[in-house]
């Protein structure tokens, strides 16, 4: 027997590929640990309880976010279960950082949680499940998130802000594989990826929007991310049920929908197929109308919420915040929201009469900053835009930036916008004026419209050269 003979017997596994067996027990160990320091973490809402009844809520909100953290980790190690033993504990330990981190800012609760949500979720707790389906508590929001709300109002007393917050952080899971998988058309190596998914996870836009905000633009934005996916390796049928699923939870959906003329373009996807959109939509309303709610809700909730919010600006970082703030928004609104809506309209025309111009030349990195582009501009020029209405373009830039390293400016500037119109729109003085956010705003949209520009140009240049030889 050597000397080093129990250390290089421990060692010698760390750089090779687990079985599926110790993969297995490493899965099991790691959620237990993961437990043991949920269950020990701080939760202050929970002193609202009495104090008999603290340590079973403790558990109960353990066991969720472990939960979450099982499905985290189960995906990775599926994505990654080629990779070395050493690198999947690493995984685990991220992972267990990453969700105990956003843990951390459960107890903050948005004037959101506290004026709407709060209130549905208790009339909700009145209601039995198909009454609750059909009931039209919190009418301003498409019934499939309402779902959501119905089923944690199932958890009688109960701090119900921590599930409507694992449902956001959960979602974050989400939101990182469609990222990864997006990635993946261009990023090569399991572990690449990997990071990828984590990067997505703790963009601040996505920790702030989700974990300590409690918002569901995640949601929407994940299904739309899948939907792209989907589109880029040909395969329209799921692209379009995507489509429609993200549709179903949130209006801001539309802003990725003009993504279909690039896609259609290219033939990823014809014209049948968009039929698909409508029909998963209204397959996602088929328990609201099991429930007793009208058709005609399901099909003009969205027309509802559009007669909302009549204001020029809503912290949002666009054009609108160079306006005199000293004035009323409402009546910013009224002056100027026609005009504000035809150049949203016509920054939309702008940039779709470019991709038929040059549709020979659209690449799959050409659909995606085409994607970035509008998702970014259109809310730069429309009216009633809130600070949220831009997430897609702040995760979808790390796409590009990944795709090409020195597009890192993409994603710093939209975020950060993002980030400073956050901080207006919380408690709090906002970090800087609102200005600087539409400035940086306007950078990165500058920017993409710059690279969209080259991308069509070279693939053109490059067909051309093609042809000459």
Request: hydrophobic share 50%; charged share 15%; aromatic share 14%.
């Amino acid at each position: 027997m050597t000397k080093n003979f129990v250390s290089d017997t421990l060692r010698a596994p760390l750089g090779k590929k687990p079985p599926l067996a110790v993969q297995a027990v490493l899965f099991l160990l790691a959620t237990a640990v993961f437990y043991a320091f949920a269950v020990s973490a701080r939760y202050a809402v929970l002193d609202e309880f009495s104090d008999y009844r603290i340590a079973e809520l403790t558990r109960i909100t353990a066991i969720v976010y472990t939960a979450i953290f099982a499905i985290a980790y189960g995906v990775q190690l599926r994505v990654g279960r080629r990779l070395s033993l050493d690198v999947q504990i690493l995984l685990g330990v991220i992972t267990g950082a990453v969700i105990l981190a956003k843990i951390s800012l459960l107890d903050y609760v948005s004037d959101d949680y506290t004026i709407f949500l709060s209130d549905w979720i208790y009339s909700y707790s009145q209601l039995g499940i198909k009454e609750g389906l059909g009931t039209y508590i919190g009418s301003d929001y498409t019934p499939p998130y309402l779902y959501l709300m119905l089923l944690v109002s199932r958890f009688k007393n109960f701090p119900w802000q921590y599930l409507v917050k694992a449902i956001s952080i959960l979602t974050d899971v989400l939101l990182g594989y469609a990222v990864m998988k997006l990635c993946s058309l261009r990023v090569k190596g399991d572990g690449a990826r990997l990071l990828v998914f984590h990067i997505a996870g703790i963009l601040p836009t996505v920790v702030f929007n989700g974990a300590y905000w409690g918002q569901c633009d995640a949601i929407y934005t994940s299904f739309c991310l899948l939907a792209l996916y989907m589109g880029l390796t040909k395969r329209p049928v799921r692209s379009m049920i995507f489509f429609g699923v993200a549709l179903s939870f949130k209006l801001q959906t539309v802003f990725f929908l003009p993504v279909l003329l690039p896609l259609w373009l290219r033939r990823d996807i014809g014209l049948r197929h968009v039929l698909l959109i409508p029909a998963a939509y209204m397959a996602m309303m088929i328990p609201a109308l099991w429930g007793g709610k009208s058709l005609h809700h399901v099909l003009t909730v969205y027309a509802q919420q559009a007669g909302t919010y009549n204001f020029i600006t809503v912290n949002a970082p666009n054009l609108y915040q160079f306006l005199p703030q000293e004035m009323d928004r409402a009546t910013l609104y009224t002056m100027f929201g026609p005009m504000a809506m035809t150049l949203g309209f016509a920054f939309l025309a702008g940039v779709c009469a470019l991709l038929c111009a040059r549709r020979d030349s659209i690449t799959e990195d050409g659909v995606l900053l085409a994607c970035v582009l509008m998702l970014a501009g259109v809310p730069y020029f429309l009216p009633k835009m809130h600070e949220r209405y831009t997430f897609g373009a702040d995760v979808l830039s790390l796409v590009l930036a990944i795709y090409k390293p020195r597009r890192i400016a993409l994603p710093l500037l939209f975020g950060f916008a993002s980030y400073l119109a956050y901080t207006a729109g919380l408690p709090g003085d906002a970090v800087m004026d609102l200005k600087w956010a539409a400035m940086f705003q306007l950078a990165g949209i500058l920017l993409t419209a710059a690279e969209l520009w080259r991308s069509l140009n070279g693939r053109s240049a490059a067909n051309v050269a093609e042809v000459k030889a």
